[in-house]
């Protein structure tokens, strides 16, 4: 069982920046896959950021590229969410979300996935 604990949400002026952390239960976290995930009022949960151990790569939804970095600590057991340049439309809930091995069959992109849930934390981007 991995247990997951986020924070650094709050809110932030339109513009600004956030840290996201996750910290992670587990002896075996340098190989877990990660990923942060988020959901607005009255939307699904949408993907965000991945760093896969299982396929050495990171990922980003085209809406955050180029202004939210994903990076983990290994010897923290934590992975951030670098969020910069916000904007109201990045108001939501943010999860992060592990799993012990994505299979090839599986993707990092797909909150279906992921075996094991923080709580969430919430930001707000206001005007």
């Known amino acids: 069982q991995v247990q997951l604990v986020e924070s650094g949400g709050g809110l932030v002026q339109a513009g600004g920046s956030l840290r996201l952390s996750c910290a992670a239960s587990?002896?075996?976290?340098?190989?877990?896959?990660l990923g942060w995930f988020r959901q607005a009022p009255g939307k699904e949960r949408e993907f965000v950021a991945a760093?896969?151990?299982?396929?050495?790569?990171?990922y980003y939804a085209d809406s955050v590229k180029g202004r939210f970095t994903i990076s983990r600590d290994n010897a923290k057991n934590t992975v951030y969410l670098q969020m910069n340049s916000l904007k109201p439309e990045d108001t939501a809930v943010y999860y992060c979300?592990?799993?012990?091995?994505?299979?090839?069959?599986?993707?990092?992109?797909?909150?279906?996935?992921?075996?094991?849930w923080g709580q969430g934390t919430q930001v707000t981007v206001s005007s």
């Open positions: 979300a592990a799993d012990h091995g994505l299979s090839p069959k599986q993707s990092p992109k797909d909150k279906d996935d992921y075996d094991y």
């Open positions: 587990g002896r075996t976290f340098s190989s877990y896959d």
């Open positions: 760093n896969s151990w299982s396929r050495h790569s990171t």
